[in-house]
């Protein structure tokens, strides 16, 4: 069993409809990720935060908009997107550390784009 | 940019039988990790390695590094239908960001009964 939880599972939506994917979790880890992963690809980093500051963002679109609230939630706002951003997204979560360990991976949001 | 590649892409064995699996990777790293993914699941840590360690070992799964080559592999022993998973390999990169893990393209594995 994963400790860290998102929801929903699966989400299917308009390009113009606003729906939120959401991550927690109580492990105490300070660190936490969002990657997002095509059928048959390897994961792609989207975003970090640390410490619940935005630490990392790879270039990610602006219809992608993270957030975090605090140190055990993580949710990803989604407006606006395209059918290519159909994709599983995966929410992890890490503790702080000087170089990367360990990252615990919830079960993903299966997004699908119409 | 793909920091990892494993080899083979995909790879069916017999239970019972040994399952090799590759990664190269580009940059100094200060650790290299192997993961596993069920389809359509989220992804497990499977190992981690320091790149001052040469070899590694957890239950059935035997890690090798070669800082010098810039691979890795991942040995699973005695294998069972229950590890048909695609395995990824994942570095991170000791010249950047301490937090951006990039994972390699993967190899699927089938484990037939």
């Known amino acids: 069993d994963t400790e860290v939880t998102q929801t929903p599972k699966h989400l299917v939506m308009g390009m113009t409809n606003k729906k939120s994917l959401k991550c927690e979790q109580h492990?105490?880890?300070?660190?936490m990720y969002w990657y997002k992963q095509k059928a048959k690809k390897p994961p792609e980093l989207m975003f970090v935060?640390?410490?619940?500051?935005?630490?990392i963002n790879e270039s990610v679109p602006s219809r992608f908009s993270p957030e975090c609230p605090n140190s055990s939630l993580l949710n990803l706002h989604l407006h606006a997107l395209q059918p290519e951003d159909s994709a599983l997204y995966l929410c992890a979560s890490s503790q702080h550390r000087q170089n990367t360990g360990e990252l615990f991976f919830g079960e993903g949001s299966r997004l699908t784009v119409l | 940019s793909q920091q990892g590649e494993e080899d083979p892409q995909a790879l069916s064995i017999q239970e019972g039988e040994n399952a090799t699996m590759n990664c190269s990777y580009k940059?100094?790293?200060?650790?290299l990790q192997w993961y596993r993914q069920n389809s359509g699941r989220g992804l497990v840590h499977l190992i981690l390695?320091?790149?001052?360690?040469r070899e590694k070992h957890s239950g059935r799964l035997r890690v090798t590094l070669d800082t010098s080559k810039k691979s890795s592999s991942l040995l699973i022993t005695a294998s069972r239908a229950a590890d048909t998973a695609s395995y990824f390999c994942?570095?991170?990169?000791?010249?950047?960001?301490?937090?951006?893990?990039?994972f390699g393209k993967g190899t699927l594995l089938t484990v037939n009964p």
């Open positions: 940059t100094s790293i200060n650790n």
């Open positions: 492990m105490g880890h300070r660190a």
């Open positions: 994942a570095t991170d990169d000791s010249g950047g960001s301490n937090y951006k893990l990039t």
């Open positions: 935060y640390s410490y619940e500051k935005l630490s």
């Open positions: 390695i320091r790149s001052n360690e």
